[in-house]
């Protein structure tokens, strides 16, 4: 049987001393962590290692001893036999390194009837390097790198073993303690590992952990106060809730607030899953709010909202004589089409004096618009995200003029769809029953009949002319809601973005770890196989679907087949609608 060795390569040239690691369950392999020098006290390092389990929850162990004999120095290899009977230990390993050498010796001891440690004998008289395999690994990417994809913690089929790799990132992640003794520590024992060096500290870094707690509580102070504002029963009336339910820059306010609970909350971070989310979160809200403080600049700069104050009215007066020639031309003979002329006539002069009445409206406002714009920029401050919505908003409340044309003609057309089908039944001989949800035979008299035909030939003979302006004022409909869709992908792809992850896949790769491949380092004769272990990071794309923050869609939860399918019978299409409502 091959044994698995997984070597740290901070230790390929340590002093010689004791190996501090952990066998893997259901696994003939081993992971060495540390190395402890000489001079040490047994009993010392039992305490030490005690200490270790209970503070880390690993199983470490005495794996065996390390021997690296400096020059002029005799290999003390009858004095590490000793040691297995100080740590008792089956198996113990011996290994060895001689100076010049790539390549580790190692040596696998059992024990006698006696009790001393004596060398594993094969039947088969098999070379040593064919039965230990090396794997060297960098002890710091291990140690902060996260394996995927994630176990849950919570699964209840805890009594399958893990698999070997998974085991082992585990071990070196959750040994933590065991590196924080360096070599400038003034205890009795002295070890190598990954951080043996000394401990680097960023006194910023420390700061900000002290800042960050009367923060958080300032904010969470802040938060209670704005929910218990938001709770009041005076905005929970109907208008009120209704309002808040379909604005943007509602949406975005509540979706923020939950952002902020999550940021400023006591509790620790619980897992990997959970510590990303929060990480992805924070820094997509830092850098939502200096966009949005760049954006408040350059509004605030040389009298830009003014000059779009002054853009805004000729804009709307120029969408309105738009319009106006439109309904004109429909008013004739669109595209050579003969229509009805007393319907046509109806519908546009409609259409017309709403027109005129949303002219009025944007006249009278005119003078509040400029503060209207200059209040509004301050939410930049907040975020991009808020002035993305407010802008959404506005647009909304710019045209709902043809909000309401649309409305008018899906209305009268969808009306005259259903009279068409529901008399066509007629003809054939059916009726709908509401009970049963169903189309079932029904008889006529000669009056239903004759009825039901008058009506076939008005409303089929009208549907021409409704269907183009329910056409026509659809399409713009279209192009508002375009407009509209794209802001709100703006504002969810800023909210949702895991930013973190991405800077982390790209100056640190091997954080998110997909896999690990192998390369030979080291075959020599008379030594064992040397493998060098790296790490596998893991895809953009893969970074982008696992860490992808959960927010609310902009889009429609129907798909293109049933969005045609309402476009064609009229059914009005509401683009607030989002993926968690529940429709009918």
């Not at 970074?543 to 798909?559: A, F, I, N």
């Amino acid at each position: 049987m091959v044994l698995k060795i997984f070597f740290p390569q901070c230790c390929n040239r340590a002093d010689s001393g004791l190996l501090v690691g952990r066998w893997l369950s259901g696994h003939n392999s081993a992971v060495v962590l540390a190395v402890i020098h000489y001079p040490f006290i047994p009993g010392q390092v039992k305490q030490y290692i005690q200490q270790l389990q209970a503070q880390s929850g690993v199983e470490l162990t005495v794996l065996g001893s390390w021997s690296l004999p400096k020059e002029g120095q005799e290999d003390p290899e009858s004095f590490l036999r000793d040691l297995s009977t100080i740590f008792p230990r089956e198996p113990w390993l011996q290994i060895s390194r001689t100076v010049g050498k790539m390549g580790f010796s190692c040596e696998v001891l059992g024990r006698d009837h006696s009790g001393r440690a004596t060398q594993q004998e094969d039947d088969e008289e098999e070379d040593e390097e064919d039965k230990v395999i090396f794997v060297h690994y960098e002890q710091r990417k291990v140690m902060v790198s996260q394996l995927h994809p994630i176990e849950d913690q919570n699964h209840d089929n805890r009594t399958q073993p893990s698999s070997e790799l998974r085991q082992m990132f585990q071990t070196v992640a959750r040994s933590e303690p065991l590196f924080f003794l360096d070599k400038y520590d003034d205890g009795p024992l002295k070890s190598t590992h990954w951080q043996s060096e000394g401990r680097e500290a960023s006194i910023i870094v420390e700061l900000l952990k002290r800042a960050s707690v009367p923060l958080c509580f300032l904010v969470s102070w802040l938060l209670s106060v704005w929910t218990w504002i938001c709770e009041i029963r005076i905005f929970r009336v109907f208008p009120l809730s209704f309002l808040s339910s379909k604005l943007s820059t509602c949406v975005q306010v509540s979706h923020r607030t939950e952002h902020l609970k999550m940021l400023s909350s006591p509790r620790a971070a619980k897992g990997h899953m959970d510590f990303m989310r929060k990480a992805n979160v924070l820094v997509s809200v830092l850098v939502d709010m200096v966009l949005g403080v760049l954006l408040m600049s350059w509004l605030y700069k040389d009298q830009n909202i003014s000059m779009l104050a002054q853009t805004l009215v000729p804009a709307a007066d120029h969408v309105a004589r738009e319009l106006e020639e439109l309904l004109q031309w429909l008013m004739g003979a669109p595209a050579g089409l003969k229509m009805n002329r007393a319907l046509d006539q109806v519908l546009g002069r409609f259409f017309l004096y709403h027109i005129h009445l949303w002219i009025s409206y944007i006249h009278l406002m005119s003078p509040f618009i400029q503060g209207i714009l200059w209040f509004g920029g301050l939410s930049a401050c907040l975020g991009l995200t808020f002035a993305l919505s407010l802008l959404s908003d506005m647009v909304a409340l710019f045209t709902f003029h043809i909000y309401c044309f649309y409305v008018y003609g899906a209305r009268l057309y969808c009306l005259k769809v259903y009279g068409l089908s529901s008399l066509w039944r007629l003809f054939r001989g059916k009726k709908w029953n509401v009970l049963r949800q169903r189309v079932d035979s029904c008889s006529y008299d000669l009056d239903q009949l004759f009825i039901g035909t008058l009506l076939f030939t008005v409303l089929l003979f009208l549907l021409p002319t409704t269907a183009l302006y329910y056409l026509v004022f659809t399409l713009l409909r279209l192009v508002v809601v375009l407009f509209q869709g794209v802001l709100h992908l703006s504002v969810d792809f800023i909210n949702s973005f895991p930013l973190y992850s991405m800077v982390l896949r790209v100056f640190q790769p091997y954080r998110l770890a997909e896999g690990v491949k192998f390369r030979v380092l080291c075959d020599e004769p008379g030594t064992a196989l040397h493998l060098l272990m790296e790490i596998n990071p893991l895809t953009f794309g893969s970074v982008l679907q696992t860490y992808r923050t959960t927010t609310y869609t902009c889009c429609p939860k129907d798909s293109w087949v049933a969005l045609s399918r309402k476009l064609f019978i009229g059914e009005l299409l509401y683009p607030w609608r989002h993926k968690t409502t529940k429709t009918s």
